[in-house]
């Protein structure tokens, strides 16, 4: 009952930030600049200018303070394209329930390598997803190398093995968490007298979002949307697969209906 | 005379990568001239664990052992080693979820073939 709420919650909060970004004129004028590379070259200079604090974004990596912060509404928009197709999905195979049935799986050699890799891979997806503010990386892409695990057992396992672990309901909670994370990280700074997407304090808006946590660079909100965006889509992709893998007949059954006498 | 063990350790690092060499070189060349499915797999395999495995475990040698790259040569040799140790585990499964695979379902021919073990009855 808890994740319905969660996923309502989630797909209201989308809306009214989409709103409220549009109608602050977050996108911006329509009409190009003349010089466009100078915005590309003070991109780059204030990615991670200390000496200038009203103008950075607080981090070494350039393209995910363009990501986030620069262009912030530009990748927001891009998530709820790839969330409304995961929604899509999950719409067209409705009323499928994955089988929760163990099956076989591959050989004690191949499910002994995979029991084996498969935390490397996870640590190596955090790895990605929380470095993704310092080093080339980010939410995305984390949160597709964690999804990779999911294949991994799905294959050397089984499908019953994954839902076993990992159901259909609470994936898509886990997803819908994740969305609701990056849309608290954007909306916080106007509740408290900022303005949305706001990482670093700007002259006429004070909220800032702490640079330095414990003394290592966090990069403000980088750190938190990289961390939900990588839980969104990590639990968004798995759950792809998990309803385009399942079995024929399962989809089939679903999808034919219950039959009515014809009158 | 005073030998420099780093010296010694950036030679045992490079002939272990020129060892890798080789058995890339014999891998290749079984893969191009062996007759069947299966004993081209062996030959991809060579050049998996001798080809990659050993030339990495050089490389990590070879970087612990080289202090002009300061404090980031152990980053270097550590990311190596780990590497050589993920192909260790990892390719010979997935040579073995091939093999098996190929075996069982029949679509590679076993011809010509000296000794089967599974038409013994070892089917597991």
Not at chain 1, 117 to 130: N, R
Not at chain 1, 210 to 238: D, H, K, M, Q, R
Request: charge should be neutral.
């Amino acid at each position: 009952m808890a994740s319905r709420y969660l996923i309502a919650a989630s797909i209201a909060l989308v809306v009214v930030s989409l709103s409220f970004a549009v109608a602050y004129g977050a996108l911006g004028t329509a009409v190009p600049l003349e010089n466009i590379r100078s915005l590309a070259r003070a991109y780059v200079t204030l990615a991670y200018a200390p000496w200038n604090r009203t103008l950075t974004a607080m981090s070494p990596e350039a393209v995910t303070s363009i990501v986030w912060d620069f262009r912030g509404v530009d990748t927001f928009f891009e998530t709820t394209v790839l969330f409304g197709a995961i929604i899509g999905t999950v719409t067209l195979f409705r009323g499928i329930k994955p089988s929760a049935r163990i099956g076989e799986g591959l050989s004690i050699i191949a499910r002994s390598a995979a029991a084996v890799t498969a935390p490397m891979i996870l640590a190596v997806a955090a790895a990605i997803a929380l470095h993704g503010h310092l080093t080339p990386g980010g939410g995305f892409q984390g949160g597709a190398t964690a999804a990779v695990v999911a294949l991994v057992i799905l294959v050397t396992f089984s499908l019953g093995y994954l839902v076993s672990g990992l159901s259909k309901e609470r994936a898509l909670m886990l997803r819908s968490a994740g969305l609701l994370g990056i849309a608290a990280v954007a909306l916080i700074p106007l509740i408290l007298g900022g303005v949305v997407f706001q990482n670093q304090a700007k002259e006429l808006s004070q909220f800032s979002y702490p640079a330095y946590i414990g003394g290592a660079l966090t990069s403000g909100s980088l750190l938190f949307y990289n961390l939900f965006e990588s839980l969104a889509v990590a639990a968004g992709l798995t759950l792809t697969i998990m309803l385009l893998l399942s079995p024929h007949e399962v989809v089939e059954e679903a999808v034919r209906g219950e039959e009515h006498e014809r009158v | 005379m005073v030998i420099d063990p780093y010296l010694i350790g950036r030679f045992v690092g490079a002939a272990i990568v020129l060892v890798g060499a080789f058995y890339d070189l014999t891998g290749s060349i079984g893969m191009l001239r062996f007759p069947n499915f299966f004993t081209r797999l062996h030959a991809a395999t060579v050049g998996a664990i001798g080809g990659s495995v050993l030339p990495m475990l050089g490389v990590s040698i070879y970087a612990a052992s080289e202090p002009a790259l300061g404090e980031y040569r152990w980053f270097m040799a550590g990311a190596s080693a780990i590497a050589a140790l993920i192909i260790l585990i990892v390719a010979p499964a997935g040579t073995h979820v091939l093999a098996r695979a190929a075996y069982r379902s029949g679509t590679a021919p076993k011809e010509p073939c000296t000794y089967d073990a599974g038409e013994e009855g070892d089917e597991r």
